[in-house]
């Protein structure tokens, strides 16, 4: 990628600004997973522009098109977006004989193949001759997720060498301060250099000022600083790597001198005190307790019950998934209803989705929550990988919310309650379940709430760079391939919290597009019937930064716990189940499958037989 003419001047700058303006359902997205295998960094020129920008602004292809050429055809899966230099294009809708758009110099289409590969929405025909500039989601993708996985790699570089409180710290066995790399793990050394605020510095600004409260931290990433104080004049000059601030991070004194930027290029990471004992406990805690081994993680599983199709029977079709189907299943002997997800393999195999497939059954079985989804065991044929699961049949949650319009306070509080402590005992495996929405939280006879699908979820050990997910639900940091881990979640449980009470999402807007740049901005309005807890809880479930997310700190979901909107909240009397759920679930016996849509039952056309792919399960 990047071959042909190179991108002059003057287009860099409409395609600078094209790229940034590029542009309601619950529908799931899976992108491309990032392989930096295949990433090779251009070389550009040297400018002002950040460097992931240039490079970004010059990997864009040149091409040309004739009048009257299809560029894009409705339909079509999309992997480029275009920026016009010359000529015009016209945009058709299959069923339409007139154009329902156009677009010409500086402008862009084609935005979302950026994001993952969906169906082209329109046709795009060329009104005349066309130059125009492109460039395929693999390379957009792998410069940003490139550029930010090296950024985090420098900042954490610089972390290493801090020593917490040197001036007042109790010295080690070997006679030095504690280094801030001896006391937190690698996972929080990559959430601290995210929480550092990026801020250029122009020349003979200060900083910090003699005298003045001091709350914030500092670290030079590039550039000079100059020390001062107003008896002594200056006393010392800072380059990159140096820190200044740290008794900030100790408590609010007085700043003991003046700090200032010297030339133009300056850089400074900050961190306010409360950031970071949020994410990792106060100096003083971290130099006595902290340490820099990673916790042991438990991955131990269920044992499998032994069954197979020959011991079920098959009542109904529940659902149709991408794959196969969700049938209602007795088994024979016992008369237990169970659901049965059936996966063609063929399809599974034409989607390189087998690897997909089996930790999805790897996670399910480390699994063992009330509030979320039971496997029973897997089995397969020559056709189909079989997951027989817990029957829940009490509706998808989605389907009430739609009912009621929104639910109150109270009524949320619960169902949030059972999401956070399903993803507290997720998180304590490392695995993020990076697919919550309504649609999938479903009530089992008694009308508590089960955290269902988890086809996308993942054992994730520091960060890992899949566009997936939901666009209402997604997390900034997915839409930015900044790579990501179990934050995500609770960025996507406030959109959840939110919703529940509001009926529409925080980001809502037609235009996927559109609500990646409500999401990103972090703008948002709250309704006059949210209390002012639920306000603060949810803004704090949204924060931007993932590493200042509520939950992503040191408390880990203890946090979510004890925030004040679930203060008096019995959590263990709901996994004991003494809180009565607040919808009410009318079902005639364990089987009765009312609550799900009708399916006729077609005769299933048999997928192609697979005997060549017979993976290890729990048969």
Known sequence: MGGGASVPAEMKQKLALTCVNAKHDHKRICGDSINFGNYTKKVVAKTDAAPEKEELLDSFEAVKYGKGTTIIKQGDRGDDFFVMEMGTVEFYIEGNKKAVGACGSGKGFGELALMYNTPRAATVLAKTDIIAWKIDRERFRLVLANHAKARSEQYKALLMEIELNKKKAPETADGKSAFLRECITDDQLTKLADCMDEEDVDDGVDIIKEGEDGHTFYIIANGEVEVSTAKAGKVASLKKGDYFGDRALVSDEKRAATCTAKGSATKVLAVDREDFVALLGSIEELIKNGSNKEEAVDTSKRKAERLGMEQITVIKTLGHGAFGRVKLVKETKSGIAYALKSQAKAAIIDNNLQDHVLMEREILMQLDHPFILKLICAFQDDYFIYFLLELLIGGELFTFLRKHQRFSEP???????????????????????????????????????????????????????????????????????????????????????????????????????????????????????????????????????????????????????????????????????????????????????????????DKEEMPAMMKDWCPQLDD
């Open 411 to 601: 009524t949320m509080k619960i169902y949030a309650a059972g999401v956070v402590l399903g993803f507290e005992h997720m998180h304590s495996k490392k695995i993020a379940y990076r697919d919550l929405k309504p649609e999938n939280l479903v009530l089992d006879k008694e009308g508590y709430l089960k955290i269902v699908d988890l086809g996308l979820a993942k054992v994730v050990h520091g960060k890992t760079w899949t566009l997936c997910g939901t666009p209402d639900y997604l997390a900034p940091e997915i839409i930015l391939n900044e790579g990501h881990d179990k934050a995500v979640d609770y960025w996507a449980l406030g959109v959840l919290m939110y919703e529940l009470v509001a009926g529409v999402p925080p980001f809502y807007a037609d235009d996927p597009m559109e609500v990646y740049e409500k999401i990103l901005s972090g703008s948002m309005s709250f309704p006059s019937h949210f209390g002012k807890y639920l306000n603060d809880i949810v803004r704090k479930l949204l924060k931007l930064c993932q590493s200042k997310r509520l939950g992503n700190g040191k408390g880990g979901c203890g946090a979510i716990k004890k925030h004040r909107f679930f203060s008096g909240f019995g959590w263990e009397d709901l996994v004991t189940k003494k809180i009565k759920p607040p919808i009410e679930v009318k079902v005639a016996d364990d089987a009765d499958a009312s609550n799900f849509d009708n399916y006729e039952e």
